[in-house]
């Protein structure tokens, strides 16, 4: 048998890690939204740190809205936000010319992504559509044996009106559209599909299903169950959400024709379905999800810009970028399996971020798959100018003229 050796125990210095009164940031009434509140907190810690946040504290609005947004607010966080395009887009929900708002400190990203959207534009638009609209959660029932597991789906379908009416009591926006279970053992998770609207909704359906499991709990008889499984993928990268998908499953293609990739991408199609075939090798050698040249470039980008949930882009960059040679030229096309994004909620209603929204005609309601729609051609448009600067070798060149290394 192996030997079995004891590690020491590591010496803490109690004294080092003790946390007084006078650390602890002070607790104002409500949290302090107002400006005075947020003023004094500011005040502490620049005074308990040493730092100066003359900058931070330079908001432009009523520091209220913040509640629901953030805890123990000192400021804002100012990031460059500039406008790429124009990019033109035929779509379902989107129509039209369109520039997109993306803010970032990535010398180069935006020219980038910009030279690719009007590469499309001139080459005639981009064709989109949203292919699927849903987002999900996947609890965990657990039971007594495989067998009464086993029963469990059956029981679902069979009460799914009366778990549908548990769900939507909980929501005006979100609805309980479908459900399937997967049994491993006597474990059975259950993944619920919500229509949510045009918010993001993880909150609102986290909600909603906490409400079906206390229903199903008092209905039926199990051992015990957990609100997550973690199947859902949220904020995690997974290939259950490149089948399944969550959020907005859009995509975007269009025809680069052989003038437009000369002109403007200084490419051959040759050449980029040649740097596209090398890529997906090394793709798969990777072990990969999915397939894409910086699609969490962008997305990060425009996220930050709109007020969205920015952990998002974990799974909204689960993209599939193809190449695909074509006489007149190149068929681009990217899909985008898990597009978290919402035009109401969050972030979104935040001053800056509804301008941002604006540019686009995407503020409030009704806009989320347009939204959805001008994102995935942005994205792009990005993916096209990457893989051109690949093929013509012109990558490192562009940054150092764009970028942060020499900047002109």
């Known amino acids: 048998m192996e030997e079995i050796i004891a590690l020491p125990e590591p010496e803490i210095d109690s004294e080092a890690i003790e946390i007084g009164p006078e650390d602890l940031l002070p607790r104002l009434r409500d949290n302090g939204y107002d400006s ?13 740190t040493g730092a100066t946040l003359e900058h931070t ?8 809205i913040w509640r629901g947004n953030i805890e123990n607010p000192i400021g804002v966080v100012q990031v460059p936000c500039g406008v790429a395009g124009p990019v033109l887009v035929h779509g379902q929900h989107a129509k039209g010319l369109f520039y997109v708002p993306m803010a ?8 980038s992504y910009e030279r ?39 029981w679902v379908d069979a009460n799914f009106v009366n778990i549908q009416a548990a769900a939507n009591a909980t929501t005006r926006h979100g609805k309980l559209k479908n459900f399937k279970c997967y049994q491993t053992g006597r474990q059975v998770l259950v ?23 206390r229903w199903i709990q008092a209905n039926y008889s199990i051992a015990s169950y957990f609100l997550f499984s973690g199947m859902c993928s949220e904020k995690k990268p997974s290939g259950f959400l490149m089948t399944r998908g969550k959020g907005k499953r859009v ?24 740097m596209w075939q090398s890529t997906v090798v090394g793709h798969i050698q990777a072990g990969a999800i999915g397939y894409n040249g910086h699609a969490a470039n962008g997305l990060t980008a425009i996220f930050i810009a709109t007020g969205q949930d920015v952990a998002n882009i974990v799974n909204s960059a689960l993209a599939m970028t193809i190449f695909e040679p074509h006489p007149e ?50 994205i792009l448009g990005g993916e096209i100018s990457m893989g051109a600067a690949i093929a013509s070798q012109e990558f490192v060149g562009a940054h150092e003229q764009y970028g942060r290394n020499r900047p002109k």
């Open 36 to 48: 005075e509140r947020v003023a004094r907190r500011r005040a502490w810690v620049s005074n308990k």
């Open 57 to 64: 504290g330079a908001v432009s609005y009523d520091t209220e």
């Open 104 to 111: 970032t400190t990535e010398g180069a990203l935006l020219r």
């Open 116 to 154: 690719g959207m009007v590469a499309l534009t001139k080459s005639g638009g981009v064709q989109t559509t949203v292919l699927s609209d849903e987002n999900q959660t996947v609890p965990s029932f657990f039971f007594k044996d495989i067998a009464a597991a086993r029963a469990f789906p059956g």
């Open 191 to 213: 993944n619920f599909g919500f229509s949510t609207g045009d918010a993001q909704g993880m909150n609102m359906i986290v909600r909603a299903t906490d409400a079906v499991c």
């Open 251 to 274: 995509t975007a293609g269009a025809l680069l024709t052989h003038d437009v990739m000369r002109l403007y991408l200084h490419v051959t199609a040759d050449q980029m379905f040649r």
């Open 329 to 378: 030229g190149l068929y681009v096309s990217t899909t985008l399996s898990a597009l978290s994004i919402a035009t109401i909620g969050g972030g979104t209603g935040l001053p800056t971020q509804r301008e941002c929204l604006s540019i686009m005609g995407c503020a409030g309601n009704g806009h989320a798959k347009k939204y959805a729609e001008i994102v995935a051609a942005t």
